[in-house]
């Protein structure tokens, strides 16, 4: 089970993390949910993985984002001078993630997967467009940031 935890440390939702190999077109990950009997539904959470900070100076830091809760928090172990929150996909919770970030500097810590699923680039083009218009040109180039890593590692995890 992996929590996806709000700005005060609660847990709001988990997911369900199946290990091993899974096959091509299957999900690794599920969200914990009942919904035939009648149990709330998590919608699209955002994990923040500096909980513990959040409300200090944390706000004041560049913000980190990742794609779900144990990338985020294993990159918060390594890179404190981040903010780091995650959705559980690029196409999840753009209009939180705009409001958390709104005025900051902002890191994208995504997959490579774009390289195979053009709907992964679109996603990620619609985010940046949704946060940068918060800034004008000159800021935004200095204040969007996008983290990579060699082709053959498909997440940050890898690499």
Known sequence: LVPYRNPWGKIQACQIRFNGSVRRGEKRYLWL????????RCGTPIHYANWKDFGSDSLNRPVLITEGALKADV???????????ANSGIGCAHDLIARITCGKKVCFA???????????????????LLIS?????????KNIVILKWERKFKGIDDA
Do not use: C, G, W
Request: net charge neutral.
């Open 110 to 128: 995504f997959d490579n997967d774009y390289h195979e699923n053009p709907a992964v680039i679109r996603h990620l083009a619609k985010l940046i």
């Open 133 to 141: 218009s918060s800034y004008d040109l000159n800021s935004f180039t």
């Open 33 to 40: 949910s009942l919904p035939s009997m009648r149990s709330a």
């Open 75 to 85: 990159a918060a172990k390594f890179f404190s001078q981040y903010f780091i929150v």
